[in-house]
Every structure is written in C-alpha cells, then in structure tokens.
C-alpha cells in the first residue's frame, strides 16, 4: 500500500512536471498570447504591397504591442492586399483618422504593422477600415531604384567632364 | 549456390514483410484493446511511473548537456556572422523540432524499451505469461497494453522536460557565459517559434512513443523463451527502435516542414 502510494506520487509528479515544461513552451518560448485571439476587435487596412508580412505578426502604436494581424487575403475588387488586424479590446482609443504602415523592425528583423495615431476625436470601431496606408518597402525595388538613378546620372557627368576639358 | 541466392535473398524479403505484418496486427490489436486498457488506470499509472518517473533523471541530464553543447556550438556558429543573438532561436527550433523529440526517443528506447522488452521476455521464458492465459486472464490486456500505453504517454511528456531543460542549458552557456543579451536571447526566440513549431516536437514524440512502445513490447512479448532468446530480444528492441525512431523523424519533418 505504502509502495503503490509512493508510485501514484513519483507519478503524479512526472506527469505534472511534463504538462508545466509543455505550457511553459507554448506561452513562454513561442509569442502566442491568450485573450487577445478572442477578445478585441479587427481593423481593416489595404495595402498595395505587404512584403513579407505574416499572420501573427504583431501590430504596434510607438513600439507598444497592441494586437497582431489575423489574415491576410488578396482583394480582387480593388487588386490590394487585404490585412485584418485584431486589436486588443484595451486599446479601444486609436482615432480613426490613423494610418497604418508595414514596417521592419531591425535590418533583417520581420515586418509588423506600425499605426501612427492621427488627430481625430472620434475612434474606431469594429470593423472599421484604415484609409491611410503605406506599402511595406521592397528592398529589391529600392536597390534598383537607387541604380538606376545613379545610372542616368553617371552619362551626365561624363559630358560635364568632357566639356571641362 | 549462385542459383540458390536469389531464392534467399526472396525468402527473407518475404520474412521481413511477415515481421512488417505481425507488428501491425500487433499494433492493431493493441489500439483496438486501448480504449478498455484505459479504465484499467492503475495499471497504466504504474507503467508511467516505471517507463517516464525513472527516465526522468537521465533525460534531464542529457537535456542539460545537449543545449549546453547547442549553446556552445550554435554561439560559436552564429558568431561568424556577428548574429549571435540568434542562438536563442536556433537552440528553440533545434530542440523543439529534432533534438528534443529524437534524443529523447534513443534514450527512452535505451532506458526503458530495453527494461520492457527484457521483463516480457523473462515473463514468457518463465511461463508467466502461459499461466495467465490458463486463467483466462488476456495477457496483452493485462501485461502489454498497459506497458504500451505507458510509454506512449510518457514521450511527449519526457520530450517537452529534455527541450525545456535543454533551452537553460543554451542559456546558460550563451547568455551566463558567452555575454549573449538574455533579453535578445529570450525576445528573438519568442518572435521566431511559433506555436507550430512546439506541436511539431509534440507530435513527432508522440509517434516516437507509439514506435519505442510498440517495438519493445512486441519484441519481449514474441522472444524465444530462453535465456539467449531474452538477450536478442533486447538487443533487437534497441536496434530496430532506434532505427525506426530516425527513419520516422525524417517522414514526419518532411511532411511537416
């Protein structure tokens, strides 16, 4: 009886070191948040290119974490990408004149969605669309871009240094 | 002779789809009987306790060992490219997706496959299991179920303790000892795991467990029942384990990637 009492108990405590080692990696090593999944309420926002924004990516107001984004769908009426955001219900004061870009955090960090609070008194609502966007910044566009511009100048001072001599 | 080998070579290609077939009517058997083996909670406790409780020591210090030498290496690694505040997501995703599962699963299978397939093997050798069935007592109901179902709740468990410790070994190193930033470390992990990735671990040692289990029960229940029949059965446990438990983690990565 004794020993079988002293099995149940080593048991017990296996099996209840297991489950915390296991909930301790959902919640702590991975950014999954509970409540703010279920409560809060979704924005949406159209933007003409996400880069490489994902589902969870978090949203945040001046580096606060403020929710994530749920989806992101492609809009074949207005040929934009489509981004939901659900925002936790504590932040329910965001003017409903803000606008929300696609930032990266760092060099080679991942992209969230940053919104800059506008000056309007009255705040969104659920289901509410961003009207002022801005795209996420491709890399590749800037590089060629920059180039390119460097590349119809160079023909330009090569004239100048021939007319210099 | 040259004649006679391809008729060797076909009649032991035949013996290893036979064995392929028993282990699934074994496995089979086993599943349907589960849901009632379950009821029987006792049992079961008792296997948890044998299989995961007394694994519990040699799994936390191999845990330790393995992130201490993921920190080392990974620091080491990371550093070349001056992104050492990385390691702690490459230690999370490497412990949580392979490390954690398949260590784990060769240690089990060296611990406590070994000790299951050796005791239902001295069981049938001393016709234990006969005299069971002469009482009309089912032994896989009664005596391989409950081992079988222990192991394959213990995994899963084991696993998530080896990850977890192996995760503040990697600190330990990288962040007491190498001057990694302990809030780099810990916030670039929380931003690159994903829930995903910690059920990827979960699964993949769940099915670890079903394989270690299986292959040690059926082994030690279908041993010779002699002292060198006993001997074999746990070196065969500890082989084909092992070899399973690597041969699944690459189905299931690829099909989970």
Redesign the interface.
Known sequence: MRQTRAIELGTGLFVLLGFAALFFLVTQVTSRQFGIGDGGYRLVASFEQVGGLKPGAPVSMSGVNVGRVESIEYDFKEYRARVTLRIGSAYDRIPDDSDAGILTAGLLGGQYVGIGPGASETFFRDGDQIQFTQSAIVLENLISKFLFSKASEQPAAATREESNR | MIAALPRELLASLREALATLGRYAFFLLRLLAATPRGLLRF?LV??Q??NA??LS?VIIMLSGLFVGMVLGLQGFDLLQRFGSEESLGVAV?LGL?KELGPVVTALLFAGRAGTALASELGLMRATDQLAAMEMMAVDPVRRVVLPRFLGSV??M???A??F??IG?FGAQLIGVQLMGVDAGQFWSQ???????D??MEG?IKSGVFGVACGLVAVYEGYHSVPTAEGVGRATTRTVVISSVLVLLLDYMLTAVML
Not at chain 2, 189 to 195: C, Q, T
């Open positions: 006792g406790v008792q948890v306790h995961g409780a519990l999370a949580l709740i213990s899963p468990l084991l998530a303790i990850s977890l995760l992990m929380k931003g690159a795991v994903e829930l990735d910690v979960v």
